[in-house]
């Protein structure tokens, strides 16, 4: 029979069974040496923070203003009180930012949205209260009637809308689609012709009347022609700058008095939908 070791180790066990993992390095897969390590290390931190002469001087002065103020001397700061102290408040930002910082970035960022939304819609609002302020020799009732223009190309969400709120501005809602030619000049040809986009125009149930072959850059002879003609009480346009070659389209219209904006629906563009149309054509 294996006899017990002669030494002083008097529990009995093998000298080879203080090798066999711990409980916690089990269960962890962590090595306890090194977790004691790490521990030592930042207690000597600590230690060497605890006895730098600019702590000795600040805990010092503090001491020196909490005697002054009637703190009994047993009460007063250690340096290793202020060290720990100091630590305790770092790590509590840092796992405040942690925890609730990134949650509060994203509120703010819902909150800045819903103040977009808002803003456009008060704007829009003041901008329809203006219209029918300037219209007050109008009687109740009377029809006022509408105008916007535009390429109208690849067909969106976004022009629907614009249809929508250029429609509740008034009674009648007419809109010119600029002509192939005007369009290619300005910014390029559309990708769809001019019979195209005016039936899909037509299609729209807030449209009660087109104009075909309306200029990209209406002239202000061209604008009296269709204010006169089509009997349109305001020009309406989006509330983003529209400058072509310099000139802001709708300058003439603006010195008429004759020009109201409506907000422009966020990420609606043509070119998102021929970039998106462009890449299902490559999949």
């Not at 269960?27 to 600590?46: E, F, K, P, Q, R």
């Not at 290793?80 to 770092?90: G, M």
């Not at 390429?151 to 009674?171: E, I, K, T, W």
Request: aromatic letters at 8%.
């Amino acid at each position: 029979m294996t006899e017990i070791m002669d030494s002083p180790n008097t529990t009995g066990i093998l000298i080879d069974d203080y090798n066999i993992p711990t409980l916690f390095t089990r269960y962890t897969g962590l090595n306890t040496s090194l977790i004691a390590n790490i521990v030592m290390s930042s207690d000597n931190i600590l230690e060497d923070f605890s006895n730098s002469v600019p702590i000795s001087i600040t805990v010092t002065h503090i001491n020196t203003f909490l005697s002054q103020t009637g703190v009994p001397k047993q009460s007063l700061l250690t340096t290793d009180e202020f060290v720990l102290a100091c630590v305790t408040f770092i790590i509590t930002l840092v796992m405040y930012y942690i925890l609730m910082g990134k949650g509060h970035s994203k509120k703010r960022r819902r909150l800045a949205a819903d103040l977009k939304i808002a803003q456009d819609k008060v704007h829009f609002l003041e901008e329809k209260l203006m219209l029918f302020e300037d219209d007050g020799d109008a009687h109740e009732g009377e029809e006022i009637r509408i105008f916007m223009d535009g390429a109208f190309d690849m067909m969106h969400y976004g022009h629907m809308n614009a249809f929508r709120l250029a429609r509740s501005l008034g009674s009648h809602l007419v809109v010119g689609v600029n002509s192939d030619k005007s369009i290619t000049e300005c910014k390029g040809a559309p990708l769809m012709n001019d019979d195209e986009r005016l039936t899909m125009v037509k299609g729209c149930k807030f449209v009660d009347e087109v104009v075909p072959d309306c200029p990209y850059v209406m002239s202000e002879t061209y604008l009296n022609w269709v204010m006169k003609t089509y009997k349109i009480d305001y020009v309406i346009h989006g509330d983003d700058p529209c400058i072509v070659n310099g000139k802001d389209v709708y300058e003439s219209a603006k010195k008429a008095g004759k020009f109201q904006s409506i907000p422009r629906t966020e990420g609606k563009k043509e070119e998102s939908c021929c970039n998106a149309g462009f890449l299902m054509n490559l999949g």
